[in-house]
């Protein structure tokens, strides 16, 4: 187990968490990674920052984010070099912005599963993996499922796990 003090803007966490929402997202995606949340540091505080259906991106303590959500999970860092104060603006730049409700996401998803095709997502309305793959950069990110940017992590030369 890391340091949550070591962790840093922008490391990305890949949850394994429980709960309803989380076991559809797994049986769609035949994965238990079904969450991704990014820390950001504010004012010397570790916080985390998400897509949450129905709530849109918002950001919350780490320790009231572990309340909800747990330890379960992985830690991936880009080895890019891009400064921290860059690195949590990008991440701001969505603050506030809506996500899909509960019941369309997990929509999307069932779709996908039975027909192997995606509904294009709406930059404005994210879900977890969505936003956290927008936020690295990749071309797919409309389409990521918190399982596939695990692995895209996973093949990333310029990521690191460390958790």
């Not at 918002?58 to 984010?65: E, S």
């Not at 603006?89 to 369309?104: A, D, F, N, R, V």
């Not at 936003?131 to 399982?147: L, S």
Request: with cysteine; glycine share 8%.
């Amino acid at each position: 187990n890391c340091n949550v003090m070591n962790l840093k803007t922008g490391d990305l966490l890949h949850c394994r968490n429980k709960g309803m929402q989380s076991l559809i997202v797994g049986l769609c995606t035949k994965s238990d990674i079904t969450h991704t949340a990014i820390f950001i540091w504010i004012w010397y505080k570790l916080h985390v920052i998400e897509a949450e259906p129905g709530k849109g991106i918002n950001i919350k303590t780490y320790g009231n984010w572990v309340k909800i959500n747990g330890e379960n999970y992985e830690v991936t860092r880009s080895l890019e070099n891009i400064s921290e104060v860059d690195l949590a603006e990008k991440l701001m730049s969505k603050s506030g912005i809506t996500s899909y409700p509960l019941i369309k996401m997990l929509g999307i998803y069932i779709f996908h599963f039975i027909f192997g095709k995606w509904i294009k997502v709406d930059e404005n309305k994210m879900w977890c993996s969505a936003f956290a793959g927008w936020f690295r950069g990749y071309d797919d990110w409309q389409t990521m499922t918190p399982v596939d940017l695990y692995n895209k992590e996973k093949s990333n030369k310029n990521i690191k796990f460390i958790k």
